[in-house]
Structures are given as C-alpha cells and as structure tokens.
C-alpha cells in the first residue's frame, strides 16, 4: 500500500512546545496544530476510505520551497536544477517531526513503524510538501 500527497502553501516545522506561565502546562503552538490539521485533511481528501498501516513504514518528504522574487534568471535555473537548495527554516528535522506527528493513527498506526525516511529540501515555482508513505 502506497500513500501519496501533497500539502499546498507555505511550508511549516513543528515548534516547540510552549510554557503557560500562569498555568505551569505546556501546550503546542497554535501554528503546528493548525499546519498538522490541515496535513490530516489534504491526506483524508485524497484518500477517504484509508486503511492504517501497520507493518514497517518508508516515509519521503520533500518540502519545495519557493524561490526568492530577487533572485537573478541565472541563480533561478540553478535553484530549479536542483544545484543550490533552500539553507533556511524550518530545520529538516522540524519538517519531518510535524509530518510524521500528523499522520500518526492515519496513515499508520504510530511513526515508530517508520525503519526508513527520505527528507529533501528543494527550490520550486510554487512552495508545498509531497509526501510518500509506503509499506515495504
């Protein structure tokens, strides 16, 4: 079984919780819940009637970033050959945490299933994340 999407719009890592100072209780920022909730319906739109899986799980993540409006043609072909890539936030790490956090009791059951990940960072026209979810 193989799962595959996209993510549309401006790119998203997973932050870090945040401390209530009234309270003493963390809670996640409202900018993660929001980016994982909509990973969770663009997932569930394409596949309505998905089934969890629940054996070993490759993941591949590639986050297309948008190229700057000032950058030269040159530069631009350069970025879209795939010989320059994006050194910017999110880090590849909050990438995959915010991805895999959002799929979890979807896609598969929990992201300790996940033996193999590829993550990329690209340059594209138009800024999104594809997903691969595959049980091998």
């Known amino acids: ?8 719009g401006q790119i998203i890592g997973k932050a870090r919780p945040r401390m209530n ?5 963390a809670y996640t920022p409202s900018k ?3 980016y994982e909730f909509t990973a969770k319906q663009w997932f569930a739109i394409k596949y309505p009637r998905f089934e969890t899986l629940e054996g070993r799980i490759k993941v591949t993540i590639i986050a297309y970033f948008g190229i700057p409006k000032s950058t030269s043609k040159k530069k631009e072909a350069e970025m879209l ?11 590849i790490d909050n990438i995959t945490k915010i991805i895999l956090d ?12 996940v033996t193999e990940l590829v993550v990329e960072k690209r340059y594209s026209k138009e800024e999104k994340m594809y997903i691969k979810i595959e049980e091998y």
């Open 1 to 8: 079984m193989i799962y595959e999407f996209e993510i549309p």
């Open 21 to 25: 100072t009234r309270t003493g209780q």
């Open 32 to 34: 993660t819940k929001n």
């Open 81 to 91: 050959k795939q010989n320059i890539s994006p050194t910017k936030k999110p880090d």
């Open 102 to 113: 959002s799929m979890n009791k979807m896609a598969f059951k929990d992201d300790t299933q």
